[in-house]
């Protein structure tokens, strides 16, 4: 029997119901509006541990890639005095990133991230100084150590000291990841990483060794409402030989939660939390079994295919991450 005009309405409209699901999941997929923040723990001495940084669970489609620029600023100020040896840590790292995320199938996503890493005594001492003084914080161990110099120093089994500025190709990522289950609101997700021993520990822009990782990934869209996204990250990593010390744990674990609240279209806010076991058991290196970081960001999107992230990180365990990191990142999607 031929269509009639009402019954190609009925169709048309029938055909748009059950299509609505798969485009919204799709513009999801290729969405980074809602994916967590890319935050990194700068402290000198466990910068190239081999930590993965935060992602979606969700996978880019099939020939589809991110190019983003990242920039991480680092204040230290870290002055530990103990039997088994002397910490102190005054100065700045920045931390320039161009990671590379492609989709090689619908499910399977490749990540490339390749570091430039440079230390310095900086400039941020004043502007830190008068943020504490403003809001009435405490000084902590600034008070002690001179303004804008540079000293990342440890002494006892080893002895290690850098008060020139270094800089250098950092340790570069591989990562892979595999969507092995999603639905319109949640995915799960496997992923690996190799961090390559491409740096120089030698001034403290590598781990000395290569680190493997690998763990899983979570991801729910209209997380409590329909405006929050929730992910879950946890994992393992073997770091490898590490170079300043001789006893070392051989597997660190490792964990993050991110909320991504999306209040416009074009806008994000985001707070994140993470956390990774200590790498060294015997030291002044040792003091910290656990690392706790916290991130409050800001995303945009000004264009369809433009990304633009501000951020700022705070140790949330004293001295097991740097004083503050600020981030600067610049994406394009294709």
């Known amino acids: 029997m031929p269509l009639t005009l009402p019954h190609r309405g009925l169709l048309r409209r029938a055909l748009i119901t059950l299509l609505a699901p798969v485009s919204a999941t799709t513009v999801a997929d290729q969405h980074p509006l809602t994916a967590p923040l890319v935050s990194r723990n700068l402290s000198p001495f466990e910068t190239g541990l081999g930590m993965p940084a935060m992602a979606a669970a969700n996978a880019l489609n099939k020939g589809r890639w991110n190019l983003t620029w990242d920039l991480h600023w680092a204040s230290h100020a870290v002055r530990e005095v103990g039997n088994e040896g002397d910490l102190e840590l005054d100065g700045e790292t920045r931390r320039q ?97 190799i961090t390559l021993d491409t740096g120089d520990n030698k001034d403290l822009t590598g781990s000395g060794d290569t680190a493997v990782a690998a763990g899983l990934r979570y991801s729910r869209q209209r997380c409590v409402f329909s405006e929050l996204s929730c992910h879950v990250q946890a994992g393992l990593i073997d770091p490898g030989s590490l170079e300043f010390t001789g006893r070392q744990r051989s597997l660190l674990m490792f964990g993050g939660l991110s909320l991504v609240w999306q209040p416009a279209t074009k806008l994000a806010l985001i707070a994140q939390l993470e956390s990774r076991e200590g790498a060294y058991e015997v030291g002044p290196l040792s003091t910290h079994d656990m690392a706790l970081w916290g991130s409050l960001g800001l995303r945009w999107q000004p264009g369809t295919d433009w990304v633009v992230e501000a951020q700022f990180s705070e140790d949330l365990k004293v001295e097991s991450a740097p004083d503050i990191t600020f981030r600067l990142a610049l994406g394009r999607h294709w």
């Open 97 to 193: 990133d161009l990671r590379l995320v492609a989709g090689i199938t619908d499910r399977l996503t490749l990540m490339v991230d390749v570091p430039w890493i440079h230390h310095s005594a900086g400039s941020l001492d004043s502007l830190i100084d008068g943020w504490h003084d403003f809001w009435g914080l405490p000084e902590g161990d600034r008070a002690d150590q001179p303004q804008d110099k540079l000293r990342f120093a440890v002494s006892g089994t080893e002895e290690f000291a850098l008060e020139q500025g270094a800089s250098g190709l950092g340790d570069v990522e591989l990562g892979l990841a595999w969507e092995f289950w999603g639905d319109e609101r949640q995915d799960l997700a496997a992923f690996t990483q």
